[in-house]
């Protein structure tokens, strides 16, 4: 399909321009009947929380997707050609990391201090009710530098497998999104239907925020919200990461929300959310070593959630005090891979079957001084069997600033899983040229005899040789029974931005930055007596992020 300009598209700022206030929308009765006004209406959509995206046409290799999104990208003349509706461009990251100690010193090395190239070309076009886009990824770095906050590595993260199909590299290529969208379903400018590999969001990120192949319908109106849409994630399409991650293979989610806006600037939701993973499983063989990216577990999990909020996640809104709250359960079936006998035979049960229930809530309030200063205090509790559903990052604006911050420490990196933090934070912003988060946490464990779940710690137990002092093995390092206390963190985020620069609306949810920035974020982690005593007293992880959007 050719794809031409629409007569409306004008550019519109990415990142302040898109975030307008929720909070500013006057109720009021719609000329639908309006064609024109509509299409302007349609194409000056957005706002501080993203639409959920859609899922594409899905490549089963991951080095053919990248190919033929690069494909796209570069060689379609008609799209290139739109210039003066700036339908193509190029965002130029630098990222520096320092990181210390994420095996809390039970590891020689593993230190990470290096600088990252990250360059994502990216063309949209929109013909009438249709768009399409696509972004692409090109990374060259010193170390194994995290340029992307959706792909972090962690702890748990199999980016650390025994399996070259699953590890990172210095230098690779990617296809970040591919999608097309169709915004004629309703006379309404907030709707929208994508269909491809793209950003999937919520406002809190506890729920969704990562790039997934999906088919998504996104309804946005001053009074009412909702999304709904399938997903799965078929490959990374990287050409570094040639497999999925276990618990993401065959794993199909299903998910909707919906919200009110039941007085001005206050919203009312439901939320819910289900996974099915009926993949193949991986049982161990006799004499064989396993490999670390086996599918050991599978199941059906279901999610649902009430939500309530002050529009506390738009910087932008002005309100003197701002709050969150939500509360969600779960429950589900899933059936465990077991491990082999101690002296190495098949076990009586090659499988187990468990029932989970769990909930989970997230609270917090922020009060604002003045127009620079605010301050708050937030929350968060998940129950022992309570988990998260694997698309989310965690990421918010819940300090009140444009900067979206780790909702569970930039260093510790927490998750809903048997957990509960209580966090205290400070941010300042001035005009649109900077802000600043000061944050700290305390983490403990919910059940102090089960374990939590990923997070960017990696410690480990080492089993040495008693004559030769050899390293045998080193396996994950145990909680320490019966003690509770994770530790502590102090993170520090602050940013300088530069001009707001004009790209089309609709991509307000794929780039929501403002055009240049330099930004710094990190935390200091101290761990707590869970981790016992013969661990380091402090880990630190630190980021310095230089971006340019031409």
């Given at each position: 399909?050719?794809?031409?300009?629409?007569?409306?598209?004008?550019?519109?700022?990415?990142?302040?321009?898109?975030?307008?206030?929720?909070?500013?929308?006057?109720?009021?009765?719609?000329?639908?009947?309006?064609?024109?006004?509509?299409?302007?209406?349609?194409?000056?959509?957005?706002?501080?929380?993203?639409?959920?995206?859609?899922?594409?046409?899905?490549?089963?290799?991951?080095?053919?997707?990248?190919?033929?999104?690069?494909?796209?990208?570069?060689?379609?003349?008609?799209?290139?050609?739109?210039?003066?509706?700036?339908?193509?461009?190029?965002?130029?990251?630098?990222?520096?990391?320092?990181?210390?100690?994420?095996?809390?010193?039970?590891?020689?090395?593993?230190?990470?201090?290096?600088?990252?190239?990250?360059?994502?070309?990216?063309?949209?076009?929109?013909?009438?009710?249709?768009?399409a886009y696509a972004m692409g990824q090109a990374v060259t770095s010193t170390d194994i530098i995290e340029t992307d906050t959706l792909q972090q590595s962690d702890g748990a993260s199999t980016e650390s497998s025994n399996n070259s199909d699953r590890k990172s590299k210095k230098n690779y290529l990617a296809m970040r999104e591919f999608w097309i969208g169709y915004s004629g379903l309703t006379p309404y400018p907030?709707?929208?239907?994508?269909?491809?590999?793209?950003?999937?969001?919520?406002?809190?990120?506890?729920?969704?925020?990562?790039?997934?192949?999906?088919?998504?319908?996104?309804?946005?109106?001053?009074?009412?919200?909702?999304?709904?849409?399938?997903?799965?994630?078929?490959?990374?399409?990287?050409?570094?990461?040639?497999?999925?991650?276990?618990?993401?293979?065959?794993?199909?989610?299903?998910?909707?929300?919906?919200?009110?806006?039941?007085?001005?600037?206050?919203?009312?939701?439901?939320?819910?959310?289900?996974?099915?993973?009926?993949?193949?499983?991986?049982?161990?063989?006799?004499?064989?070593?396993?490999?670390?990216?086996?599918?050991?577990?599978?199941?059906?999990?279901?999610?649902?959630?009430?939500?309530?909020?002050?529009?506390?996640?738009?910087?932008?809104?002005?309100?003197?005090?701002?709050?969150?709250?939500?509360?969600?359960?779960?429950?589900?079936?899933?059936?465990?891979?077991?491990?082999?006998?101690?002296?190495?035979?098949?076990?009586?049960?090659?499988?187990?079957?468990?029932?989970?229930?769990?909930?989970?809530?997230?609270?917090?309030?922020?009060?604002?001084?003045?127009?620079?200063?605010?301050?708050?205090?937030?929350?968060?509790?998940?129950?022992?069997?309570?988990?998260?559903?694997?698309?989310?990052?965690?990421?918010?604006?819940?300090?009140?600033?444009?900067?979206?911050?780790?909702?569970?420490?930039?260093?510790?990196?927490?998750?809903?899983?048997?957990?509960?933090?209580?966090?205290?934070?400070?941010?300042?912003?001035?005009?649109?040229?900077?802000?600043?988060?000061?944050?700290?946490?305390?983490?403990?464990?919910?059940?102090?005899?089960?374990?939590?779940?990923?997070?960017?710690?990696?410690?480990?137990?080492?089993?040495?040789?008693?004559?030769?002092?050899?390293?045998?093995?080193?396996?994950?390092?145990?909680?320490?029974?019966?003690?509770?206390?994770?530790?502590?963190?102090?993170?520090?985020?602050?940013?300088?931005?530069?001009?707001?620069?004009?790209?089309?609306?609709?991509?307000?949810?794929?780039?929501?930055?403002?055009?240049?920035?330099?930004?710094?974020?990190?935390?200091?982690?101290?761990?707590?007596?869970?981790?016992?005593?013969?661990?380091?007293?402090?880990?630190?992880?630190?980021?310095?992020?230089?971006?340019?959007?031409?």
């Amino acid at each position: 399909m050719k794809f031409t300009p629409s007569s409306h598209a004008n550019p519109v700022a990415a990142a302040a321009g898109c975030d307008r206030p929720r909070s500013g929308r006057r109720p009021g009765a719609r000329d639908l009947s309006a064609a024109p006004r509509a299409q302007v209406l349609r194409l000056l959509r957005s706002r501080s929380q993203p639409a959920a995206a859609a899922t594409g046409k899905l490549f089963s290799l991951s080095k053919l997707g990248v190919a033929l999104g690069f494909a796209l990208v570069w060689s379609n003349p008609t799209l290139a050609a739109i210039t003066e509706s700036k339908n193509f461009g190029l965002e130029v990251k630098i990222t520096g990391q320092s990181e210390d100690d994420r095996d809390l010193g039970t590891l020689g090395g593993g230190d990470v201090n290096g600088v990252g190239l990250d360059l994502r070309p990216w063309v949209y076009g929109e013909s009438g009710n249709w768009s399409a886009y696509a972004m692409g990824q090109a990374v060259t770095s010193t170390d194994i530098i995290e340029t992307d906050t959706l792909q972090q590595s962690d702890g748990a993260s199999t980016e650390s497998s025994n399996n070259s199909d699953r590890k990172s590299k210095k230098n690779y290529l990617a296809m970040r999104e591919f999608w097309i969208g169709y915004s004629g379903l309703t006379p309404y400018p907030g709707e929208q239907l994508k269909f491809g590999r793209q950003r999937l969001r919520n406002d809190d990120g506890q729920w969704r925020d990562t790039n997934i192949e999906a088919l998504n319908w996104t309804f946005d109106t001053t009074l009412l919200r909702a999304n709904v849409g399938i997903a799965e994630r078929f490959s990374e399409y990287r050409t570094d990461l040639k497999e999925l991650a276990p618990e993401d293979k065959d794993r199909l989610h299903v998910y909707g929300d919906v919200a009110y806006q039941w007085t001005p600037g206050h919203w009312a939701g439901v939320r819910a959310h289900h996974s099915h993973d009926d993949g193949k499983l991986d049982y161990p063989v006799p004499g064989e070593a396993t490999d670390s990216l086996d599918k050991r577990q599978n199941g059906d999990l279901t999610w649902l959630g009430l939500e309530a909020n002050s529009d506390a996640y738009n910087w932008r809104n002005t309100n003197t005090v701002n709050y969150w709250a939500s509360i969600t359960g779960m429950s589900g079936d899933r059936d465990k891979v077991n491990a082999l006998n101690p002296d190495g035979t098949r076990p009586a049960q090659a499988k187990s079957g468990e029932s989970l229930d769990g909930w989970a809530t997230d609270l917090g309030v922020r009060l604002r001084l003045d127009p620079k200063w605010q301050v708050g205090a937030a929350y968060a509790r998940a129950s022992g069997d309570y988990e998260q559903n694997g698309l989310e990052s965690n990421r918010s604006n819940y300090t009140g600033t444009r900067s979206r911050v780790h909702r569970f420490g930039e260093a510790f990196r927490g998750e809903m899983n048997n957990m509960q933090t209580a966090t205290l934070f400070g941010s300042w912003m001035l005009a649109d040229e900077y802000d600043a988060s000061l944050i700290y946490h305390k983490f403990w464990r919910v059940d102090g005899n089960k374990p939590v779940g990923s997070n960017g710690i990696n410690a480990v137990e080492n089993n040495y040789d008693d004559a030769t002092g050899a390293l045998l093995s080193s396996s994950s390092l145990p909680l320490r029974d019966g003690e509770k206390d994770l530790g502590q963190e102090v993170d520090l985020v602050v940013t300088k931005y530069f001009k707001q620069g004009l790209l089309p609306a609709a991509l307000s949810q794929s780039i929501d930055e403002p055009s240049a920035l330099v930004r710094f974020r990190g935390g200091v982690f101290k761990p707590g007596d869970a981790y016992g005593k013969n661990v380091d007293s402090y880990m630190h992880r630190a980021f310095v992020d230089v971006i340019w959007r031409f």
